[in-house]
């Protein structure tokens, strides 16, 4: 990491679709000058249609529009809802794009996991929500549980020249609006990215010194969770040194083989008395955690292999007593109308046929982080789909 924290913002969270598409789809509707979207998925859905239109509006009344999406999370989307996009000059770009074996997609590591948008280089959206209807109450029971922020502030500068960076082999022209400078609020934050290349485990890292730290509480509400052991072994000593430590876990999943995962290292921690609690009324794809009383984090980085090892993420950490308190009171919320608690004798029961299982999978988050360099970190590139032009990135600042 090599950026430091930025005062005088103003953080906002924003809880599911319902708070987050309206807030985001209107100020790019106001968007003087440019609109920088990193995301993992559009759909066309009822969410994705409108932000087509919104874009469109965008473009059509001047607005620089550069979206990049990921090559095997929108791999779906139709041809013409691109093209009616790319024909009203938004430049729509696709990361890693690769060819499908056997009708499947085969591109599953060193994923665009980012979700961002930045809007005049005054105002940031970041997080974990992506740009489709199961973010939506009423797509049913397995309608996502999930996060945001609205940033104003002088942080917005570091989430607009990442942005900036990503897009950097494919934009035209280098952005030419001014990042924000003026103090807009009480909160320190700072943008922490993952990457394959300079930025391999910044964010494990600033989760582990802020756990090192707790002296109160720790709250993690995380949709995939398999840790690394450094991630594991600190929560445990936390919870041995006497903090309130509560791990907030899918209960109704989206891929039941994530919380057969996850239940592999409960043991581990329910001896030391970390709190787990799985939440039933929709699947969780939250990424959110706090400690104490002023330290925050929203992201896209779910705490698995995949977020910690491969994928490319961004989290906003936040240092503010007011946001943190607010984040704490939902999760509690949270924790008591709609989770259950596991409890060590429930895990104990059949644990003479799980326990090979149980020593399998602490070894492999052991070490994963090992096993993760062996893959190939292939040259990605994002790929210009307006102009039929591929752009190789290898995230060492250049094109090839």
């Known amino acids: 990491m090599n950026q430091a924290w930025s005062d005088g913002n103003h953080v906002e969270l924003l809880i599911n679709g319902e708070q987050y598409y309206p807030r985001v789809f209107e100020a790019m509707a106001q968007a003087r000058d440019e609109i920088l979207l990193e995301t993992f998925i559009i759909y066309d859905d009822k969410v994705g249609q409108p932000l087509r239109q919104v874009l469109i509006d965008a473009a059509r009344r001047g607005v620089r529009v550069e979206v990049a999406v990921d090559g095997y999370g929108t791999a779906d989307l139709p041809g013409d809802f691109i093209s009616s996009m790319t024909d009203a000059g938004v430049r729509f770009h696709s990361f890693d794009p690769q060819p499908r074996l056997a009708g499947m997609r085969t591109n599953l590591f060193r994923r665009l996991h980012r979700k961002i948008v930045v809007i005049d280089g005054q105002r940031a959206f970041i997080g974990g929500i992506n740009y489709s209807a199961d973010h939506l109450g009423d797509f049913g029971p397995q309608a996502k549980q999930d996060y945001a922020v609205e940033v104003v502030g002088p942080v917005v500068s570091q989430i607009h020249a990442s942005t900036c960076r990503m897009l950097a082999p494919v934009m035209d022209t280098v952005s030419q609006v001014a990042s924000a400078s003026t103090a807009a609020g009480t909160a320190s934050a700072l943008l922490v990215e993952r990457d394959n290349h300079r930025h391999r485990n910044d964010i494990e890292l600033c989760y582990l010194q802020a756990l090192r730290e707790a002296k109160r509480r720790i709250v993690v509400a995380n ?56 939440y039933r009324r929709r699947p969780l794809h939250g990424k959110v955690a706090l400690v104490d009383d002023d330290w925050s984090t929203v992201g896209s980085s779910n705490l698995d292999p995949l977020s910690l090892s491969f994928n490319l993420e961004a989290n906003l950490l936040i240092r503010d007593r007011t946001f943190n308190h607010g984040l704490h009171q939902h999760l509690s919320e949270l924790t008591r109308e709609h989770c259950k608690a596991v409890t060590l004798e429930r895990m104990v029961r059949g644990y003479w046929w799980r326990a090979p299982l149980i020593f399998l999978g602490f070894h492999i988050t052991r070490y994963f982080p090992r096993i993760a360099g062996w893959f190939p970190a292939h040259r990605q590139r994002l790929q210009s789909l307006q102009t039929d032009i591929e752009t190789s990135v290898d995230y060492r600042g250049g094109k090839t």
Not at 236 to 244: D, K, L, T, Y
């Open 223 to 278: 949709a995939y969770f398999f840790p690394g052991y450094r991630l594991l072994r600190e929560l445990r000593n936390a919870a041995r040194r006497g903090v309130e430590v509560t791990l907030i876990l899918q209960g109704q999943p989206d891929m039941r083989w994530v919380r057969a995962l996850s239940r592999l290292l409960y043991n581990y921690l329910l001896r030391d008395n970390v709190r787990i609690h799985e």
